[in-house]
Each structure stands twice: as C-alpha cells, then as structure tokens.
C-alpha cells in the first residue's frame, strides 16, 4: 500500500523536481532529438469511495490549435492515459489509486504519459512548448 507522501517522496528521490507544492509536483525532463516535457503529479481523493490517488498529467497542445476529433483517435491507441482539457490546454492524463499501489507499478505509467504527450505534441503541433 502507498500513500500520496510515498509516491512524492519517491519522485523526490529519483528526479529534479521543478515545483514542490506538496500536493502537486512538476518536474522538468530532456528528452532525445532536443525536446522537453513537462509533468505535473499531483494528489487526488474520490469522496465518494474515500480513496486517494496520483494524477499524472502532461500537457502538449492548445484546444483550439488541433483538430481535436484526430486527436483523440490518436491518443486512443496509447496503452496509458486518456486526454482531457484544462481550461485552454489538453493533457495527457493517467491516474493511479493509491490503496494497492507498489511504487515499481507507478514509473510504467509516469513515463509513459511523458513519452505519449510529446509524441502528441509533435504529431500535432510540430513544436515544443510543454
């Protein structure tokens, strides 16, 4: 079982974090051919069933810069993660619950989202700005 502080202080230790908030980090990775990405991972409960969890999200587009129908077929043959929009911005998002999590089971996940946004982010806007 993992807890949110098991899961940031598991980042802590392994990366360079960009931004501590507690609740949310960002971290700032180089990636081959020049590129970089950003992640956010952040802390996350449904009241509902009163679980926790870690959000890991990547931004790479604008909404209204792509066609959004295209996208999302797209990113629906990536394993991981699914695209949702934050306010003007699509992300790559995956969350994972806390409850049975072993934090080997977290960095498939992690880096997959970081690999798929910019994947997405240079099919369809050719730049890198996330």
Known sequence: MATWNDVANYLR????I???????????????????????VGRSTMDAINDEFAQIASTFAR??????????????????GGVVAYGDMLAVRHTVP??????????????????????LEQMFTGADRH
């Not at 230790?13 to 360079?16: A, F, Q, R, T």
């Not at 909404?63 to 991981?80: F, N, P, T, W």
């Not at 049975?100 to 997959?112: C, I, S, T, V």
């Open 13 to 16: 230790g392994k990366y360079k």
């Open 18 to 40: 960009a931004e501590d908030g507690g609740t949310i980090l960002r971290l700032n990775f180089e990636l081959s051919g020049g590129r970089s990405q950003q992640v956010l």
């Open 63 to 80: 909404v209204d810069s792509v066609d959004l129908s295209a996208v999302l077929r797209e990113a629906g043959e990536y394993v991981v």
């Open 98 to 119: 806390l409850a049975n999590l072993d934090l080997n089971e977290f960095e498939g996940p992690f880096e997959l989202v970081l690999q798929t946004a910019d994947a």
